[in-house]
Nanobody, 127 residues
Framework: QVQLVESGGGSVQTGGSLRLSCAAY??????MGWFRQAPGQEREGVAI?????????YYADSVKGRFTISQDNAKNTLYLQMNSLKPEDTAMYYC?????????????????????WGRGTQVTVSS
């Protein structure tokens, strides 16, 4: 059974930073991503990484230049470094994994493409 466990969420003020982690137990994937969902809104893809050969990445326009996704394959852990946080970044953040075998198949910010999910970690940014 695939188990993804997120950590690192919390409450920060505008301009602050957080680093989210996602530990993958009993599963390893070259295609992993972070999604977020605010109350009353759809779950959206924030950042995705495909780590075969080189690191291929996708970022939502709203987080480009502020968030950085990375993966430590030796530790089977995915990270999301979030800097210059804004109140609109407030959401539940979810880790997701996909057994995609190409970067084209991986870097699709659609919830439907990712079969494995963690339970989420809350990020709250106050103004």
């Amino acid at each position: 059974q695939v188990q993804l466990v997120e950590s690192g969420g919390g409450s920060v003020q505008t301009g602050g930073s957080l680093r989210l982690s996602c530990a993958a137990y009993t599963y390893s994937s070259s295609c992993m991503g972070w999604f977020r969902q605010a109350p009353g809104q759809e779950r959206e893809g924030v950042a995705i990484i495909y780590t075969v050969g080189t690191d291929w990445t996708y970022y939502a326009d709203s987080v480009k230049g502020r968030f950085t996704i990375s993966q430590d394959n030796a530790k089977n852990t995915l990270y999301l470094q979030m800097n210059s946080l804004k109140p609109e970044d407030t959401a539940m953040y979810y880790c997701a994994a996909d057994p995609a075998y190409t970067y084209r198949a991986c870097l699709v910010p659609s919830r439907a493409h990712f079969p494995y999910w963690g339970r989420g970690t809350q990020v709250t940014v106050s103004s």
